[in-house]
Nanobody, 128 residues
Framework: QVQLVESGGGSVQAGGSLRITCVAS????????MGWFRQAPGKEREGIAA????????AYAESVKGRFTISKNNAKNTVSLEMNSLTPEETGIYYC?????????????????????WGQGTQVTVSS
């Protein structure tokens, strides 16, 4: 079974930066398609960023392009999300997700229904 554990969440002032990390066990991140999703109170979980198995291709929600960067560290078996210029609207629980499937990865890379494995989430709070 693939297990995912997020860390690095916390409180940050608007305009600040934060880096969250997901550690995988039961599989190597090189063999997984992975993504980051955010769920705000009372709202649906939405895709923020995703990365392919090799780490050579990434996808981002339009709202975070140019500000967030997703990356893999194969030596540590982790995937991270570097978040810059954060806004209060981006407060929420951030979840790490993973799946094995190939095919047209990009088309559904930010679709929560495409992912099989999920972490417990880490809280990110952006204050004004």
């Amino acid at each position: 079974q693939v297990q995912l554990v997020e860390s690095g969440g916390g409180s940050v002032q608007a305009g600040g930066s934060l880096r969250i990390t997901c550690v995988a066990s039961g599989a190597t991140v090189r063999n997984l398609y992975m993504g980051w999703f955010r769920q705000a109170p009372g709202k649906e979980r939405e895709g923020i960023a995703a990365i392919d198995r090799s780490g050579g291709s990434a996808a981002y929600a339009e709202s975070v392009k140019g500000r967030f960067t997703i990356s893999k560290n194969n030596a540590k078996n982790t995937v991270s999300l570097e978040m810059n210029s954060l806004t209060p609207e981006e407060t929420g629980i951030y979840y790490c997700a993973a799946e094995w499937r190939g095919g047209d990865w990009y088309a559904r890379s930010l679709d929560k229904e495409a992912y099989e494995f999920w972490g417990q989430g880490t809280q990110v709070t952006v204050s004004s």
